[in-house]
């Protein structure tokens, strides 16, 4: 297959494949990626393959296909649907998937199709079931994320090659890469492995330290003990009251919702994260919106404030509606430390009951918002927190 062919090219660091291209369909050749190809081949060199980028039909050509085979049939047929799409794109990675990670455990999979982006079932099916790392449209702005990601995947500095630094002497607890150099261990962990499940972290030492960590822990640990520069990252301040701000971000134009991925398989949920010490919940909501599913949000009020506390520790939660500042920003497509990616979701497919959610947060407050549920205003903080 010209899968199998691209992957046992060992002169590039990565290879273009076209699954289930017509005849007649546009192909690599007039893709926007083909000059993404050239650019980064021109950065790294010849190089064993980093990423496979599968670029399936377009849903016209896959609609046109599917009428096609409907002609003579006297039942009124119905729309050929984006779920359809996602079927056949699904059939086609799935089969050659998990011999290709066992064979080529540091090839990174990307899948750019701008209708899947789209449909947020599409990076559930899509990454965490079938396991491709990244899934990304066709606009500008992806190409540009997509050209950073694999660069940053190929960099020499990062593992063992001729140009490289530092000799890279490390090995992935995970899928036991090895030749990786600490930036490159930090680089390769959340873009290989952030939306694998906790049990696969059993019993795994860090390779850097040595010490052990639980199944919840990889990623914080290596996030704050090996950051690339710099002394180790301090965890936030172990007090009593822990702080939280959540944030349901619902844009105009279509009245879709932010969702993120959560890393780690556990499904979508609520953009959001712990307060840091001394910052304002308004400002830690809008940061961790930023950071999680890569949107700039404006903070337009309060729907909930919440404290749940126990013995030891107290959990105060905010919970805050906000809208993008652009209502055309694009969700987060690649993964990091921070989250796998991020989607648009409309109401009608949140409440089908077909994404994994992380919590029932987003099943209770999504439809308050769409309802015209109370918004309280931002003056109900205080002034300074406000400023």
Not at 2 to 9: D, F, W
Not at 143 to 148: E, H, R, Y
Not at 280 to 298: M, N, S
Not at 356 to 370: C, D, I, N, Q
């Amino acid at each position: 297959s010209r899968v199998e062919e691209a992957l046992r090219h060992k002169n590039a660091p990565f290879g273009i494949v076209t699954l289930t291209t017509p005849k007649g369909a546009d192909t690599n050749a007039t893709s926007p990626l083909s000059s993404l190809s050239a650019a980064t081949l021109a950065q790294v060199g010849a190089q064993k393959p980093f990423a496979v980028i599968i670029e399936p039909q377009s849903f016209e050509a896959f609609k046109q296909q599917q009428v096609g085979r409907q002609q003579g049939a006297n039942a009124e047929k119905a729309p050929v649907t984006v779920r359809e799409y996602l079927a056949d794109v699904h059939a086609s990675i799935d089969p050659w998937m998990d011999e290709m990670i066992k064979s080529f455990p540091d090839v990174f999979v990307v899948v750019v199709s701008q209708p899947l982006v789209e449909y947020p079932l599409a990076r559930q099916v899509l990454i965490s079931g079938v396991g491709t790392h990244m899934l990304v449209g066709s606009s500008a702005t992806s190409t540009t994320t997509l050209l950073d990601v694999l660069t940053s995947i190929c960099h020499p500095d990062h593992h063992v090659g001729s140009t490289a630094s530092t000799k890279g002497t490390l090995k992935c607890p995970i899928c036991a890469k090895q030749g990786l150099t600490p930036k490159g261990l930090y680089v390769h962990l959340p873009q290989f492995h952030g939306n694998v499940p906790f049990s696969k972290y059993r019993d795994t030492r860090c390779p850097m330290c040595k010490d052990s960590f639980s199944q919840s822990d990889l990623v914080n640990h290596f996030f704050h003990e090996h950051p690339p520069s710099g002394p180790p990252i301090p965890e936030r301040i172990k007090v009593s009251l822990y702080t939280f701000a959540l944030v349901v971000t619902r844009r105009k134009s279509d009245g879709k919702f932010l969702m993120v991925q959560e890393f780690c398989n556990q499904g979508y949920w609520l953009p959001g994260g712990g307060v840091d010490p001394g910052e304002c919940p308004i400002k830690g909501g809008k940061r961790e919106t930023l950071e999680e599913a890569g949107v700039d949000v404006e903070i337009k009020g309060i729907i909930n404030i919440s404290m749940q506390p126990s013995p030891k520790v107290t959990r105060l939660t905010f919970i805050f509606y906000a809208e993008p500042v652009d209502d055309n920003a694009e969700a987060k497509a690649h993964p990091d430390f921070e989250s796998v990616g991020a989607a648009w979701v409309s109401l009608e497919e949140l409440m089908s009951g077909e994404l994994a959610l992380r919590g029932k947060e987003p099943l209770h407050w999504f439809p308050h918002v769409a309802n015209g549920g109370d918004i309280h205003p931002l003056s109900l903080l205080d002034v300074y927190c406000r400023k």
